[in-house]
């Protein structure tokens, strides 16, 4: 109950194109969805979040959708740049504060241009 | 403003032995926690500190222990190394305002146990 289930594992997108990706949980207790993007030898660093009492937030070319019923959500990055390249991982928080996460596997994203 | 310091970046040890990591939060930040990763499990959360307590653990052998200071800074410990103790282990401070906060993450510890 503790797992959030994150696909696919890698991705290859051609530049401009749309990466999407897909994450499940199970506890309805999480309550704080934040996605994180991280770059090889640095840390992940923060790049967009949801409660799941909104259905979509947008920032920019980022978009998390979530399904509430469905126990779903997913990231979607428009016009996809060679820069996005990185490790996307999906999160869920065990703690209101959101300071303890349950993180996805990740998903390794390859824009290629 | 300085971010997350985490030190050493790298070390090597042999089993059976311990290691003690350390991390400086970002000035103002009360809250610390700690993450193990690996390639094959990802990111483990490990334990959450605020005001020198631990407020969140998970799922991971009492070999692996932490505290924080009244400056809050934070150190974990981990005794009886094994080799499958070899990770990336990152620590990551939250200022801990209302509401859910940002985790600012340092660059990580890069543990090698052989």
Redesign the interface.
Known sequence: Q?QVKQSPQSLIVQKGGISIINCAYENTAFD?F?WYQQFP??????LI?I?PDVSEKKEGRFTISFNKSAKQFSLHIMDSQPGDSATY?C?A??????????????TTLSVSS | KAG?TQTPRYLIKTRGQQVTLSCSPISGHR?V?W?QQTPG?????LF?Y?SETQ??K??FPGRFSGRQFSNSRSEMNVSTLELGDSALY?C?S?L?GN??????????SRLTVL
């Open positions: 503790q704080y934040p030898g640095k840390g992940p660093a923060l979040a409660r991982f999160a928080s065990i703690n209101q504060a959101g300071t303890a996460l349950i993180f996805g596997k990740g | 997350v809250s926690s993450y499990q990802g990111l483990q959360f959450e605020f407020r969140n998970g799922n990152l990551a939250s801990d509401g859910a906060n940002v985790l600012t993450f340092g660059a990580g």
